[in-house]
Each structure stands twice: as structure tokens, then as C-alpha cells.
């Protein structure tokens, strides 16, 4: 098996010949930015809403960016050595990007996720050769952390449990990579950075860098207005395990969102600009908009965590709309 | 009597994971839980009257929406699972 240093290693550019990165995992990162154009009523010329488009990674979601430096950390401190299998629990997105990861590094990889997790998730992890156990869906994610804590308490010798939702490599993450990115894409323009709340990994990270940069800088969190909600990916902080690494008092501002408000501007995302998002993205440009609305100028950047393609089994396609109906415009009828 | 089991934003209602309730369809159970935890309903519900499309109702684990939605029929010693779709950190 090659090394796990052959496989992170950084790439070359020779002067001629094959160019070739060494594995999936350098493709992580450097995720292009996008304009909003068309979706922005009510929103000032002076005002630029950009998206950053996460769903780039090779994983398909932001979460490669702390999944990837998680395990690397781990492999650094000797707490992931070969024997062990990598151990989490993740409603989604995480758990795709550990088992990308810990396949391309040679590492077994076992998840617990809640049973009700899209199937387009559950076929993904499987492709990758992941182990999946489920929790109760009426649990929700916070189910399936206790779960996973039961497991590693069981046989804590045999994994090496990245646990983003305490580990300061989730933030690092976005701090040396998501940060310096959108510093760099927006010529240090950027004025607002608007993100859901998960597990607090990409808000802290990224705000943290970006305030460093500029202290004026707002950092503004989406989040379900509820804590009985359809939005995936999302938690409801006030009634949930509130994560090691989520310092609230780091926000300039938390917004709340309906579910409904978030679907429909997925679907309107999708029509108007020819962007399919999943629908925690659908929360964040909500509070983009709000955002972008109390301006006379500006440049507010808001992070699309993934794709909406692995989310077509979900509520918010086929939950309770008739099929054609499910993409009337936002703000029409939904059913 | 149907068992209806509860998820967990909702058990501020109900304190209860397991509860029991009745009605001859889901439509009619919904409007019994809502008379034994007031307030219960619209969480479930919009104002139309029609589950919020976030809400999975499950009868003896098949999925109302493939059955006859509120009007499935229920009885005595059928489970009903009432689960939101998936939610939390990633």
C-alpha cells in the first residue's frame, strides 16, 4: 500500500511531462466563487453577493476540508496508526468526506449515522467501502453522537475517532484553507461572511481568519428557526449538544430561518440562476439576502456547503409536494 | 389504542417518547394527540390542515405519502412514528 506520506504529499509542477496530482485528496480546497445575479431583489447595485461553491470538492461537500486535515492531524500525532479504523458519527456530509479520505489513505472507515439520512448518502458512504451503523432517526444527529460514544467506549483500542464536533482541526481547517481563500478571491473586499451553523467548524474557522484580516468583517450564522426542522445539516443550537468547538460569542450575528424559507430559495437558487444547492445552502442565502438588503454597499460572501443533487430523495423534493410542482418559483405555491 | 412514538423536539409536549393515543385514520389520531398535548398538532401540521413537508409520518414503518397520506386507516395495535426529516451537524 503506498504510504500515507506518498498520498498527502504536495504536488510538483514539472516543466513538461505528466501532471498529475497524487490522489484525490490535494483536489480538496481552492473552490471557485461565484456571482449571485438574479436572485438579490431588494438588494442595493453598490451590494455584491457571492456564493462559495464547496460542492467543488472532490467529496462534494465542504466537510472534505476538515475531514481531510482531522485525519491528518491525527496521522501527525500518532493517534491514527495502521490497525485502526476511523471512527465517527455525521449526518451526511462528514461522513462522505472520512470515507473519501480514509479510502484514499488505506484506512478503514466506520459511521454512524441517524436511519433516516438521505439514501444518496447512505449509497456514497458505501461506494467509498464505509461501514455505516444507524441510530434511531427520532434521535436526530444527537442520537447518533451518544451512539458513536457507546461504540468507541466499548473498544476504544480499535479506532481513532476524529470527533469534529470537539476537534480544533474542524475550525483549523477553514482557517488555513476556506479563510485565505475568500480573503484572496474577493481581494480582501469582502465585508459580510454568511454560513449555517453544523457543526460550527466552518463559521469559527473562516471568521476567525477573516476577522484577523479585517476586524470589520461580519460573521453572520444561519440556523433552523426551530428545533423541529427539515433543514440537513443544520442544528438548532439552543436545543441541541452544543459542540466543543462553537464559541457563539464569536458571531456578529445568528439568524434564524424557516424551513420553508430555506426550500424555497433552493428552488429558486436552482430556476433563476442555474445553481442547484442543497438546502442548507438555501438557509444561508436566506440570511445573505437579509443581509445584503440593509446595505448600501458591500461584498457579502455566503458559503454553499454542497450541491443539492444528493439530496433528490429528500423532503425537499418529494417530501409532501406533488412531483411539478416541487419547482414553482419561490415564494408561489408548494403544493 | 395506537403507539406513537415521538421525536425528540417534540417530547416538550408529550414527555414522553412512547405515547399512546386513538382515531380510525392518521388525520383523526392527529387530532387526538393534539387534545391530549394542546399544541402538539401544529407542529406537525400547517394551518391547512396538511403535514409540514419536513414531517414524515410512518404507519407500521411504511411511509404515509405511499399509503392514503391522512386518510390511511389505523387500528388497534399499529405503530405510528412521526419523524422529522433528517436535522443537525453534519
Redesign the interface.
Known amino acids: 500500500m503506498l504510504p500515507a506520506s506518498a498520498v498527502l504529499a504536495q504536488p510538483t509542477s514539472p516543466a513538461e511531462g505528466v501532471r498529475a496530482v497524487p490522489s484525490v485528496l490535494q483536489l480538496i480546497g481552492n473552490t471557485p466563487l461565484i456571482e449571485i445575479h438574479r436572485v438579490r431583489d431588494g438588494v442595493a447595485p453598490g451590494v455584491r453577493l457571492l456564493g462559495k461553491l464547496e460542492g467543488f470538492n472532490p467529496g462534494g ?1 465542504v ?1 472534505d476540508r476538515p475531514a481531510l486535515k482531522m485525519i491528518e492531524d491525527g496521522l501527525r500525532r500518532g493517534l491514527l496508526v495502521p490497525g485502526k479504523t476511523i471512527l465517527d458519527s ?5 461522513g462522505i468526506a472520512l470515507a473519501m479520505v480514509g479510502a484514499a489513505l488505506g484506512y478503514p472507515v466506520e459511521l454512524v449515522m ?1 436511519g ?3 439514501t444518496e448518502r447512505k449509497k456514497v458512504v458505501e461506494a467509498f467501502g464505509a461501514r455505516v451503523v444507524y441510530s434511531d ?8 453522537i451518544r451512539l458513536c460514544r457507546t461504540i468507541l467506549a466499548a473498544s476504544p483500542e480499535r479506532y481513532f475517532k476524529p470527533d ?2 470537539f476537534n480544533p482541526a474542524n475550525p483549523q481547517a477553514h482557517y488555513e484553507s476556506t479563510g485565505p481563500e475568500i480573503w484572496q478571491q474577493t481581494g480582501g473586499r469582502v465585508t459580510h461572511f454568511v454560513a449555517g ?4 467548524g466552518t463559521i469559527m474557522g473562516t471568521g476567525r481568519y477573516l476577522k484577523e484580516r479585517n476586524p470589520a468583517v461580519q460573521i453572520v450564522a444561519a440556523e ?1 428557526d ?11 443550537m439552543a ?2 449538544i452544543v ?1 466543543g468547538i462553537y464559541h457563539e460569542q464569536e458571531l456578529d450575528l445568528k439568524i434564524g430561518v424557516s ?2 424559507d430555506a ?1 424555497n430559495m433552493v428552488y429558486s437558487l436552482g430556476r433563476e440562476e442555474g445553481l442547484l444547492v442543497g438546502q442548507s445552502c438555501g438557509a444561508a442565502y436566506v440570511v445573505a439576502l437579509r443581509i445584503a438588503r440593509t446595505l448600501a454597499e458591500g461584498t457579502v460572501v455566503v458559503l454553499f ?1 454542497d450541491f443539492g443533487d444528493r439530496y433528490l430523495s ?3 423534493w418529494l ?3 406533488r412531483l411539478g410542482e416541487a419547482a414553482a418559483p419561490a415564494g408561489g405555491g ?2 | 389504542m395506537v403507539h406513537v ?6 417530547r416538550k409536549y408529550t414527555q414522553s ?1 412512547d405515547v399512546e393515543a386513538t382515531g380510525d385514520t392518521v388525520g383523526a389520531l392527529l387530532a387526538d394527540l393534539d387534545r391530549r398535548y394542546p399544541g402538539l398538532r401544529e ?1 406537525i401540521c400547517d394551518p391547512d390542515g ?7 409520518i410512518f404507519v407500521n414503518g411504511e411511509d404515509i ?1 405511499f399509503l392514503k397520506n391522512l386518510e390511511t386507516a389505523l387500528k388497534t395495535g399499529d405503530e405510528l ?1 412521526i ?8
Do not use: M
Open positions: 461537500s466537510k455525521t449526518s451526511g456530509n462528514t441517524p433516516n439520512v438521505s432517526p427520532l434521535e436526530g444527529s444527537d442520537g447518533a469534529q464536533y451553523l453544523g457543526t460550527g433552523p426551530d428545533a423541529f426542522h427539515g433543514i440537513e445539516g443544520l442544528k438548532h436545543s441541541s459542540p424551513t420553508d426550500y456547503a429528500t423532503n425537499l417530501g409532501w409536494q408548494r403544493r | 412514538k415521538v421525536p425528540t423536539p417534540l417518547a407542529r396538511q403535514v409540514k413537508r419536513f414531517v414524515n405519502r412514528s419523524v422529522p426529516a433528517i436535522a443537525g451537524g453534519r
